[in-house]
């Protein structure tokens, strides 16, 4: 059971906007640690998304974005793309573990 | 841009202990610019952290592999390394190494290693 909390899949036809949550607990998001996101397409590696609860790394498209409040975090995406379907991560650093937690991933699916 | 390569056996017989290397490129593991860990991912499932270290101070593991793993680091060689003992078929995974800022950015991941536990 991961310590961040994702739904396990979401959709939106192209050129929608989409959101994926993640929702932690007072030893994570809730005591104040970022949220970062990962975006993993179909056989490759991990790619980071998005940093620090809602800036994005040099070459990310700013259809993508971030935000967190308390102990919940959000990932958007507007203008959905067929290139979005991907699995995304949300990441934070969790006091109980001394150390990274990962949620348990979504499947976003371009309809 | 740093540059990260797992290798390892790809095959690992039940019971006995995985180990794999990354080697570092475009930076020094010594520097202090970066954590250094590792990360793994069965196939069809989700990321789970692993451990990490950092130049000073000890290494940091997840609390459900502890009493399994070890992080070493050679300087000399610009590696650092992942022993994981007593290892099971839910040990198989691809196994990444991973390099990251404080602040998260940048965050520089390898190609990852599959590794196969067989009985």
């Known amino acids: 059971q991961s310590a961040l909390t994702q739904p396990p899949s979401v959709s939106g036809a192209p050129g929608q906007r989409v959101t994926i949550s993640c929702t932690g607990s007072?030893?994570?998001?809730?005591?104040?640690?970022?949220v970062h996101w990962y975006q993993q397409l179909p056989g490759a590696v991990p790619k980071l998304l998005i940093y620090g609860n809602n800036n994005r790394p040099s070459g990310v498209p700013d259809r993508f974005s971030g935000s967190k409040s308390g102990t919940s975090a959000s990932l958007a995406i507007t203008g959905l793309q067929a290139e979005d379907e991907a699995d995304y991560y949300c990441?934070?650093?969790?006091?109980?573990?001394?150390?990274?937690?990962f949620g348990g991933g979504t499947k976003l699916t371009v309809l | 841009q740093v540059q990260l390569q797992e290798s390892g056996p790809g095959l690992v017989k039940a019971s006995q202990t995985l180990s794999l290397t990354c080697t570092v490129s475009?930076?020094?593991?010594?520097?202090?610019?970066?954590?250094w860990g590792w990360i793994r991912q069965p196939a069809g499932k989700g990321l789970e952290w692993i451990g990490r270290?950092?130049?000073?101070?000890?290494?940091k593991y997840s609390p459900s592999l502890k009493s399994r793993v070890t992080i070493s680091v050679d300087t000399s060689k610009n590696q650092f390394s992942l022993k994981l003992s007593s290892v099971t078929a839910a040990d198989t995974a691809v196994y990444y190494c991973?390099?990251?800022?404080?602040?998260?950015?940048?965050?520089?991941w390898g190609q990852g290693t599959l590794v196969t536990v067989s009985s």
């Open positions: 270290f950092y130049t000073s101070g000890s290494a």
């Open positions: 991973r390099a990251y800022s404080s602040r998260w950015y940048p965050d520089y």
């Open positions: 475009g930076g020094s593991i010594s520097s202090g610019d970066y954590y």
């Open positions: 007072s030893s994570n998001t809730g005591a104040g640690y970022d």
């Open positions: 990441q934070s650093y969790d006091t109980s573990l001394s150390g990274v937690a």
